[in-house]
């Protein structure tokens, strides 16, 4: 018992020593991972920190990191750098109770003295003014995070802040004097907080939520195909259509109908004159007549608000009043009918191929008879009709009206065709035909082709043609076949398109068939209706 005491009371003994012998040892060294300022100063007693940093003092050099890759150094020598303790050393670095050694090892204890050394302020100044930090071309303005629109991905995008590298000249000197003052070896300028930053960041709510809003509608993709030109109407167009206040995106429709509106005037043919060369060769200009593409611009412009407003990607055509065989100028395509009234002939084709030609009769050249020109559509075909008008009453086996009464039909009343029978002769208006020949062409054409009606003594020229004719053929001015001498108004005038209507453009229209108005971009009106019953009654044959 007195042994294994005695053992306790030597082994308490000999720790009490250590720690003693340790409490003392630390009263005078620094602890071990102790550092000054960052530098490392385990073990060491005052006078060999002393030593130490004044070991360092002709070698000591600050270097200032900075944005762009710019770095400038300042030398002990450039502003008279050198170490001056002062009274407080002892003080900040803790030699107060070595007891507490064991406290002092495991904290690993960091001291910081904020006047470790002296310099001349007035070379300091000088150096830093002339340090790259300070030139006009590194002195970059911080650039807030923005929302701009790209292009490219047709959409709304937000350009990250810039932090440039604009220092504030009181603040780089304050670091660098903290920095020299307690002998630090490197001072970054970004974590010392000299620079001036950016006021608005690309995680901004605010412009995050903008971008998100704008977004939703840019995201809208609707093509539309006119032949050979594809419009694709995304971002690109309606980042001009669009406007954010602060909390919700608007879509200006005023803007959309401008750009239907541009659509229209582009595409539509309706009214407009046209370039086509006959089947003899001649190269003429076409004026008047109801065909061609005529756009219901305020069905349209409200099918496109539509699919912008719930972002849809889709193909869309626009809803039109008239439409044409194909787009661009040549509108009517390759299979039409061609009605030369100068040497009235008949010429129709199919895919480009000539199918058949004929001689014909047109309209009387008289103002309440003149056949109209311009270019039309087949409005429907009918067999075994009959023409009905003041007066009269025509059955015909083959029924083909492409504007309003007027048609094209057989003639068996007629023994004659061709020639300028139908300057005293002609018809109520229509385009009399052979009986063979209607036949052919009945099932050659179709409902919605082109008839292209152009030339012919129009009636007032009607007098001076008859004055030059032989004088043998003078007595047979008015004489009408069976078929053609009942009254009818055969040669009723195209209607004038509704006023206040958005027509096409439109170049100057013959006399006898008038151009739509194209003086105001309002969304057209329905054209007349083209409902056989409606047309047949008061037919001109």
């Known amino acids: 018992m007195k042994k294994k005491n005695l053992i306790l009371i030597i082994a308490a003994t000999t720790v009490a020593a250590i720690y003693l012998g340790a409490a003392t040892f630390f009263s005078f060294h620094f602890c071990p991972g102790s550092k ?91 150096k830093i003014n002339s340090m790259s930090f300070f030139k006009e071309e590194n002195m970059i303005s911080p650039v807030d995070a923005q929302l701009v629109f790209d292009e490219n991905l047709a959409e709304y995008t937000i350009v990250p802040e810039d932090y440039g590298s604009k220092a504030d000249r009181d603040a780089f000197y304050e670091a660098v004097v903290e920095a020299l003052s307690t002998m630090q070896m490197t001072l970054s300028l970004d974590k010392a907080g000299v620079y001036e930053e950016p006021k608005i960041l690309s995680d901004n709510k605010a412009l995050t939520d903008e971008c998100q809003s704008l977004n939703k509608y840019a ?123 100068d040497h009235q002939h008949v010429y129709v084709y199919e895919n480009g191929s000539l199918v058949i030609d004929t001689d014909c009769v047109s309209g009387k050249a008289t103002n309440d008879r003149v056949t109209p020109t311009g270019t039309f559509g087949i409005t429907y075909k009918e067999r075994d ?86 004088k043998s053929e003078e007595g047979n001015t008015d004489n009408t076949d069976d078929g053609d001498s009942a009254a009818g108004d055969g040669n009723s005038q195209p209607p004038v398109a509704p006023e206040n209507t958005g027509t096409p453009d439109a170049t100057d229209a013959s006399s006898n068939v008038p151009t739509p108005d194209t003086s105001t971009d309002e969304s057209l009106a329905v054209p007349e209706s083209t409902d056989p019953s409606e047309q047949i009654s008061g037919s001109g044959e």
């Open 385 to 470: 009709a009959t023409l009905t008008g003041q007066n009269y009453s025509s059955d015909v086996k083959y029924w083909m009206p492409f504007y309003g009464n007027v048609g094209l039909h057989d003639a068996s009343w007629r023994s004659s065709f061709g020639s300028d029978i139908y300057v005293t002769n002609g018809s109520h208006g229509c385009i009399n035909l052979p009986p063979d020949a209607a036949a052919v062409i009945f099932e050659h054409v179709e409902k919605g082709e082109a008839v292209i009606v152009y030339g012919g003594i129009q009636p007032s020229q009607a007098k001076d043609y008859l004055k030059n004719k032989d």
């Open 219 to 341: 995201s809208a993709k609707i093509t539309y195909t006119f032949g050979d030109d594809v419009i694709t109407v995304d971002g690109n167009y309606i980042k001009d259509w669009i406007s954010y206040d602060g909390t919700t995106t608007t879509l200006d429709t005023d803007k959309v109908n401008e750009f239907v509106n541009t659509l229209g005037r582009t595409y539509d043919t309706f009214g407009r004159d046209r370039t086509f060369t006959t089947s003899l060769g001649q190269t003429i200009t076409v004026s008047g007549g109801d065909y061609g593409w005529w756009m219901d611009r305020d069905t349209t412009l409200s099918e496109l608000v539509t699919a912008i407003e719930s972002t849809s990607i889709c193909d869309m055509t626009p809803v039109y009043f008239g439409t044409a065989a194909q787009y661009g100028p040549q509108d009517y395509g390759t299979s039409y009918v061609e009605v030369d009234l």
């Open 36 to 126: 000054l300022n960052g530098q490392d100063i385990s073990w060491m007693t005052i006078s060999q920190v002393r030593d130490l940093v004044d070991s360092k003092a002709s070698s000591y050099v600050l270097d200032i990191v900075g944005r762009s890759g710019l770095d400038e150094k300042i030398t002990a020598s450039d502003i008279s750098w050198k170490p001056d303790f002062n009274e407080s050393l002892n003080d900040n670095l803790g030699f107060v109770n070595g007891l507490k050694w064991p406290v002092y090892v495991l904290s690993h204890r960091s001291f910081t003295n904020e006047d470790m050394a002296s310099f001349d302020e007035e070379l300091l100044k000088s």
